[in-house]
């Protein structure tokens, strides 16, 4: 699945849609978090680095799951509990690696769910949507 709302809706697609809201509520209680991963090649051509997102299980988290049209906002909410909850979001994992030198701009940007937002991001221009990536963001200083 390219994302963590698409894992979730494709368990609960495993199942009937008189069934769906049982499920809803039995992975918001039990479910524990969803990594997804993205294998990107390396800008030395030497094989791919992992683009990782991650998503743990908390109280807000659980309450979006509960409402189907609430589970698609669930990427806001991953980018936002990156230094509080260690979770990841796919684009924050792909401006580390960009970062780092592992991939290319030309991959970040294909790579990415918002490519406009990513180029203003690495101008240093943040967006309304930018809490999150402070631990991303090397002009920022951890306190």
Same mark, same amino acid.
């Given at each position: 699945?390219? +994302?963590? #709302? $698409?894992?979730? +809706? @494709? /368990? %609960?697609?495993?199942? #009937?849609?008189?069934?769906?809201?049982?499920?809803?509520?039995?992975?918001?209680?039990?479910?524990?978090?969803?990594?997804?991963?993205?294998?990107?090649?390396?800008?030395?051509?030497?094989? @791919?680095?992992?683009?990782?997102?991650?998503?743990? +299980?908390?109280?807000? &988290? @659980?309450?979006?799951?509960?409402?189907? &049209?609430? =589970?698609?906002?669930? #990427?806001?909410? &991953?980018? $936002?509990?990156?230094?509080?909850? !260690?979770?990841?979001?796919?684009?924050?994992? &792909?401006?580390?690696?960009?970062?780092?030198?592992? /991939?290319?701009? $030309?991959?970040? %940007?294909?790579?990415?769910?918002? #490519?406009?937002?990513?180029?203003?991001?690495? @101008? !240093? /221009? $943040?967006?309304?949507?930018?809490? !999150?990536?402070? =631990?991303?963001?090397?002009?920022? =200083?951890?306190?």
């Amino acid at each position: 699945t390219l +994302n963590a #709302p $698409e894992t979730i +809706n @494709r /368990i %609960i697609s495993f199942f #009937p849609p008189h069934q769906h809201e049982h499920v809803r509520v039995l992975l918001s209680a039990t479910l524990v978090g969803v990594i997804s991963l993205r294998l990107l090649p390396r800008a030395d051509g030497k094989g @791919r680095v992992p683009a990782v997102e991650v998503m743990i +299980n908390n109280q807000t &988290i @659980r309450d979006y799951l509960l409402d189907p &049209i609430k =589970t698609m906002d669930i #990427p806001q909410l &991953i980018q $936002e509990g990156s230094s509080q909850y !260690g979770m990841q979001s796919f684009d924050q994992s &792909i401006m580390k690696h960009y970062r780092d030198g592992l /991939i290319t701009y $030309e991959t970040a %940007i294909q790579s990415v769910t918002n #490519p406009d937002e990513f180029k203003l991001r690495l @101008r !240093g /221009i $943040e967006s309304t949507d930018s809490r !999150g990536w402070e =631990t991303f963001d090397p002009t920022t =200083t951890k306190k």
